[in-house]
């Protein structure tokens, strides 16, 4: 008879789990359980402890009321790896920002490079372009967009090792520096192939297989631009059975993206790995003084000279200036794609959203490394209604999450929101949330994005960067570190 009153005893005793941060009363979206209902989230030693509809107690309590509570973005495609270019990502929602396409080569001192100085998580892809460049000319250049004039400085504006075909001895060298960077923790292998324009197919071929090999992705700038080369990236993953990842669909496919979104789709119904990308901008950016301006680039691209616009200035082009600014070197905007095909590829099922973010140079570049992610949740979801909320998280959270997490554990712990689940969370007002990057003033940051946590740790608070945060951690392959 003396067992419940004991009993009650006991539960009146005992105290309801505080944790160390709670985000109270937002609509939590989480798409890779599908849950959208207002939630309380509590926050323990940077991972997610709890999720519950009841009241939860912490340190910290944040209200987040009328606000969407979503997984951190994920970025596969940032190339602006520096902490201020980061910073506005992070502005913008991102809380993994992934150099994926070019890559770094070599792999370990870059990695080394950003220990403790990011503000969001990092990782890259093995550079073929870099590798390539260390077979012909003997150089370690790290990560070609940011060290771009050093890399000129040392092998010139327009070098072999873009230009010219390898020898077998230069190939079998790139692919030992390949093999190096994936055993260094490289999350895949970046291809640059309209960069690198000399490249043939069958080294093309033979570097995809030793990433078919080490059973990492391949993230590939096709060769040219349109359908032909799209497949023929196709045709080679096909063929070593290497995972592809098309980078930047909505200017590698232009006015053939109907054709190319039906081709990647048939491919995948047959049952190949294979997934892709776009930014929501009609304009694309990349240096001037790369081999993509080669003679010939107005027909690969399918522009001329007055579709350039000098970055620094923002001034079109002509012959005379393109001259000019090409031996300078520089960023160009590069004016190529139309709404309709760009609209077609943001709404494909499937298609991820990755902001193709160029380094910014003294407040001067391309806004989508700003605004991306805010641009497709206010104008291509809210304004115009070209996917859905949840359709358009999915696109920025657990697909980039699954496309890594077989080779890169630690992916397995983003992207969703469930508990175990590292914290990173973006909080952001769905009424309110777009871009405020521009063309002349690209490095305005988004708005309507109030709260972003990496690794349970504000990196943004009450709309403000907190300065000197750099909770970002390295994503490699291999092991997730267990905690000491």
């Known amino acids: ?44 030693g940077g991972q997610i402890a709890a999720i519950s509809a009841d009241p939860l107690a912490g340190t910290t309590v944040v209200d987040v009321s009328g606000h969407v509570v979503a997984p951190g973005f994920i970025d596969l495609h940032a190339h602006g790896q520096t902490e201020g270019d980061m910073e506005l990502q992070a502005q913008d929602g991102v809380t993994t920002a992934l150099e994926m396409e070019v890559g770094v080569y070599p792999v370990a001192p870059w990695y080394q490079s950003r220990e403790g100085k990011s503000p969001i998580n990092f990782g890259a892809t093995v550079s073929h372009i870099a590798s390539r460049f260390y077979a012909f000319h003997g150089v370690e250049i790290g990560h070609w967009l940011v060290n771009r004039e050093k890399t000129a400085a040392l092998i010139g504006p327009m070098p072999a090792g873009a230009n010219e075909p390898a020898s077998e001895a230069q190939i079998e060298k790139m692919g030992g520096a390949i093999r190096q960077g994936l055993s260094e923790g490289a999350l895949g292998v970046g291809f640059g192939i309209n ?75 047959a049952g190949q790995d294979l997934t892709t990308e776009v930014y929501p901008y009609t304009a694309a950016s990349t240096a001037l ?20 616009a000098w970055a620094a200035t923002g001034e079109r082009l002509t012959k005379a200036t ?30 991820m959203i990755a902001s193709d973010g160029v380094p910014f140079v003294n407040g001067t570049g391309h806004p989508r490394g700003a605004g991306s992610f805010a641009r497709v949740l206010g104008h291509y979801s809210r304004e115009r209604k070209v996917l859905g909320l949840m359709d358009a998280l999915s696109r920025m959270t657990i697909l980039p999450a699954r496309r890594l ?39 305005q940051p988004s708005a309507g994005i109030p709260h972003v946590l990496v690794g349970g740790a504000f990196v943004v608070r009450d709309g403000q960067l907190v300065k000197g945060a750099m909770p970002g951690k390295p994503i490699r392959t291999g092991a997730v570190p267990t905690a000491q």
């Not at 032909?228 to 232009?254: N, Q, W, Y």
């Not at 600014?325 to 077609?344: A, S």
């Not at 990173?424 to 063309?439: G, K, L, Q, S, Y």
């Open 1 to 44: 008879m003396r067992v419940l009153p004991l009993l009650l005893l006991a539960a009146a005793c005992s105290k309801a789990p505080s944790y160390d941060l709670v985000l109270a009363g937002g609509r939590v979206m989480d798409p890779a359980s599908g849950l959208d209902s207002v939630r309380n989230i509590g926050i323990t």
């Open 195 to 269: 960069y690198v324009p000399a490249a043939s197919g069958a080294e093309i071929e033979q570097m995809f297989a030793i990433a078919a090999e080490r059973k990492v992705p391949v993230f590939v700038h096709t060769r040219a631009f349109g359908i032909a080369p799209i497949r023929e990236a196709i045709t080679t993953a096909r063929k070593t059975g290497a995972a592809l990842h098309v980078v930047h669909l909505g200017s590698s496919s232009g006015s053939d993206a109907p054709a190319a979104l039906a081709l990647i789709d048939s491919a995948k119904a």
């Open 289 to 308: 003084e790369s081999a993509l301006f080669n003679p010939g680039w107005q027909s690969n691209l399918k522009i001329d000279y007055g579709d350039l």
């Open 322 to 351: 393109f001259d000019k600014y090409r031996k300078e070197g520089g960023w160009v905007i590069i004016y190529m794609m139309k709404d309709e095909f760009v609209d077609q590829v943001i709404g494909h099922p499937g298609v």
């Open 405 to 443: 997490e077989t080779a890169a554990p630690a992916m397995a712990k983003k992207g969703r929101l469930a508990v175990g689940a590292d914290a990173d969370i973006t909080v952001f007002n769905p009424e309110t949330v777009i871009d405020r990057a521009t063309f002349q003033q690209p490095t």
